[in-house]
């Protein structure tokens, strides 16, 4: 039986959870629901696309043509096509990187990166696992969070209507 403390506790976890992302395994590659080997990223993708997608590199600021995008539609991870943020989010951080400030439900996981020195949270495609950027929380309304994405990890889907 599920106390209304319980889901209310619950709650409080999930939001912690998604706050301040989980600490990815090693083998995080064996558990998303798209996988390939290495070798056959770096086919798929282009040098800059694997570099930001597979490797966590980042794109060189204004430089993405996704950056002045827009158009309605929707913004898909370059790996495997799965729409990850609307043109509804979009805003002008003046960053340099296209940011939003929320994903498509279910779009995106994020993890705890430490790799530069600062804690910041990374955030990838929960389809193919591709590294797609970061989330800070100095974003605008109404969420707050600012989604700094790298341009060159995503397509734009222009909406037909
Ligand atoms: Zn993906």
Redesign the pocket.
Same mark, same amino acid.
């Given at each position: 039986m599920t106390t209304r403390r319980q889901i209310l506790l619950n709650g409080a976890l999930g939001l912690l959870a998604i706050r301040f992302g989980v600490v990815r395994p090693a083998t995080a590659a064996q558990d998303f629901p798209?996988t390939h080997t290495d070798a056959e990223w770096q086919k798929l993708l282009t040098a800059d696309q694997y570099a930001v997608l597979r490797k966590e590199g980042t794109e060189y600021p204004f430089t993405s043509p996704l950056l002045n995008e827009h158009g309605k539609g929707k913004f898909a $991870?370059a790996? $495997?096509d799965?729409d990850a943020f609307s043109s509804d989010t979009k805003f002008d951080s003046g960053t340099g990187w296209p940011s939003f400030w929320a994903p498509l439900d279910g779009a995106i996981g994020t993890t705890k990166d430490t790799s530069v020195g600062m804690v910041r949270t990374e955030v990838h $495609?929960s389809?193919?696992g591709?590294h797609l950027g970061h989330v800070f929380d100095d974003g605008p309304k109404p969420t707050g969070l600012r989604y700094c994405m790298n341009g060159v990890a995503m397509k734009f889907h222009k909406a037909s209507a």
């Open positions: 798209l $991870c790996g $495997c799965q $495609c389809r193919c591709g």
